[in-house]
């Protein structure tokens, strides 16, 4: 429990907003990713198509794979642009998250190693087979919405989700017993109806 606080902790201090870990087992996802894609609800994501073993089960990403240490990081802006200018995704304000995200989790990777000298393993940030949102959610940083977002709390969703996996046995979080409950409003102000039932989002249709 010490050694995963002061990850956590170390975590926070690199500038995450979030930091929760998880055990490195198959996800039960696949089946109903291999649905969704059946369905051709990827659109031109074809990379989502390949890998779906290893999306399911991170120890065929990162052999020796024991803990999932999931961060979330906000990337809401603090000043908007001019609304009389054309209008871009929040998420690209800034630098590439890729750059910023993966540097934060190889200063972590790092820092967990002068604790454990044995560690190893991979960080990711949207950059491989890994079911982000599920691992984080799985990880107690909060639960997906029925937008397919990651909904951290008070805190909502405009956040960049990464992942350290290692070879270390943590302190495992729980699941955080939260839904979205009756409410619909995404559903409904989805102006191109790509949220076609809840959970369940057709890239097709997502002008995003």
Same mark, same amino acid.
């Given at each position: 429990m010490?050694?995963?606080?002061?990850?956590?902790?170390?975590?926070l201090?690199?500038?995450?907003?979030?930091? &929760?870990?998880?055990?490195?087992?198959?996800?039960g996802?696949?089946?109903?990713?291999?649905?969704?894609?059946r369905?051709n609800?990827?659109?031109?994501m074809?990379?989502?198509?390949?890998?779906?073993?290893k999306?399911d089960?991170?120890r065929l990403l990162?052999?020796?794979a024991?803990s999932?240490?999931?961060?979330?990081l906000n990337?809401?802006?603090n000043?908007k642009?001019d609304p009389?200018l054309?209008?871009f995704?929040y998420?690209?304000?800034?630098?590439?998250?890729h750059?910023?995200?993966?540097?934060?989790?190889?200063?972590l990777l790092?820092?967990i190693?002068?604790i454990?000298?044995?560690?190893?393993?991979?960080?990711f940030?949207?950059?491989?087979p890994v079911?982000?949102?599920?691992w984080?959610?799985?990880?107690?940083l909060g639960?997906?919405?029925?937008?397919?977002?990651l909904?951290?709390p008070?805190?909502g969703?405009?956040?960049?989700?990464?992942?350290?996996i290692?070879?270390?046995e943590?302190v495992?979080?729980?699941?955080?017993?939260l839904?979205? &409950?009756?409410?619909?409003?995404c559903i409904?102000?989805?102006?191109?109806?790509?949220?076609?039932?809840?959970?369940l989002?057709?890239a097709?249709?997502?002008?995003?």
């Amino acid at each position: 429990m010490i050694i995963t606080n002061k990850i956590k902790q170390y975590a926070l201090s690199l500038g995450f907003d979030a930091c &929760g870990v998880c055990r490195a087992e198959s996800s039960g996802e696949e089946e109903n990713l291999r649905e969704w894609i059946r369905l051709n609800y990827q659109g031109d994501m074809s990379y989502l198509e390949r890998n779906i073993e290893k999306r399911d089960n991170p120890r065929l990403l990162v052999p020796g794979a024991k803990s999932i240490v999931s961060v979330a990081l906000n990337y809401y802006p603090n000043k908007k642009r001019d609304p009389q200018l054309p209008g871009f995704a929040y998420y690209a304000y800034g630098k590439d998250y890729h750059f910023v995200v993966k540097d934060k989790l190889k200063q972590l990777l790092a820092y967990i190693q002068t604790i454990c000298p044995d560690t190893e393993g991979r960080f990711f940030c949207d950059s491989a087979p890994v079911l982000e949102r599920y691992w984080a959610a799985k990880a107690g940083l909060g639960f997906v919405g029925k937008n397919t977002l990651l909904i951290i709390p008070s805190k909502g969703s405009f956040f960049f989700l990464g992942e350290l996996i290692i070879n270390q046995e943590l302190v495992y979080d729980s699941p955080i017993d939260l839904s979205c &409950g009756n409410c619909t409003r995404c559903i409904e102000a989805c102006p191109t109806g790509a949220i076609e039932q809840a959970h369940l989002v057709n890239a097709t249709k997502c002008i995003s």
